[in-house]
């Protein structure tokens, strides 16, 4: 065997010799053997550590994998119903019932979401309806103006044409009444008659003629404008001076007749 080294120590008051009862050797062995065993377990508290962060970082990710998909996927799917409720195609907008029974951020959402679109649905019912009625309106104003005005056409020719005859017939009897100057008989007569004849009359035929005129371009209008569904509208210059001098000529009558002056 090889030797050994150990140590002791003598003490003399007593003749003592003390010596540590152990091998230097056997302690350096053991050293070596204590350390390789807590090197071994460190190494396995090590790993199991590891693996136990590794563990807890899977579950924390699998945890928040599951926690978003759970709040991207409904807000996703609700983003686009939205698309489609703004393309205004609410009959192909679905909202799983999941969702709208859940209490969270999500189910309020959705029952926002669904609120809106049927808000969105009667109001725009609302507005077809509201279309509609007026539709239906402007055709039956239409038709009353146009027949209206039709109908008011045919007593308005009737005026113009008789009242055309009888400027005629004036022309006549002015005439006869012209050749007829020459008789001494008939001139008081004729004197009496003149305002009558170079005045009165000429001027009420004139009023009854413009009026008529007046009232024909009215009627000729509102048969334009029973007809501007079906036409385009086309823009005119108006020569404003004209206009007012028509509505004067119009309202000559009562004007001298209130005595007006303008």
């Known amino acids: 065997p090889l030797p050994q080294t150990g140590y002791a120590s003598s003490y003399e008051p007593f003749n003592w010799i003390i010596g540590t009862g152990a091998y ?3 302690i350096n062995q053991l050293i070596i053997e204590k350390r390789a065993l807590f090197r071994h377990e460190l190494l396995q508290d090590i790993i199991l550590s590891f693996f136990f962060l590794a563990l807890v970082l899977i579950l924390v990710t699998y945890v928040s994998l ?10 996703m799917h609700i983003s686009r119903e939205l698309g489609k409720v703004a393309a205004g195609d609410y009959a192909h907008v679905n909202m799983p019932d999941d969702f709208l029974q859940r209490t969270d951020e999500v189910g309020k959402l959705s029952h926002s979401v669904m609120q809106m679109i049927q808000h969105r649905q ?13 539709s239906t309106k402007n055709d039956e104003l239409e038709q009353i103006i146009y027949v209206a ?3 008011l056409r045919s007593p308005l020719v009737n005026i113009q044409g008789f009242s055309q005859e009888l400027m005629i017939a004036f022309n006549e009897l002015q005439d006869v009444l012209s050749s007829s100057l020459t008789h001494e008989a008939i001139q008081p007569l004729l004197n009496k008659l003149a305002p ?3 005045q009165e009359i000429p001027e009420s035929l004139h009023f009854i003629n413009t009026s008529t005129q007046k009232m024909d371009l009215l009627l000729k209008g509102l048969l334009k404008y029973s007809r501007t569904g079906r036409q385009g509208l086309q823009m005119a210059e108006i020569n404003m001076s004209e206009l ?10 009562v004007l001298s007749q209130e005595k007006i002056k303008v």
Not at 66 to 75: D, S
Not at 244 to 253: G, M, N, P, R, T
């Open 244 to 253: 007012i001098q028509e509505q004067l000529s119009a309202q000559e009558f």
């Open 149 to 151: 005005s039709h109908d």
């Open 122 to 134: 009667q109001e725009e019912f609302e507005l077809k309806r509201l279309n509609q009625e007026l």
């Open 24 to 26: 230097v050797e056997d």
């Open 66 to 75: 599951k926690a978003t998909q759970r709040m991207t996927h409904p807000v």
């Open 196 to 198: 009558l004849l170079h």
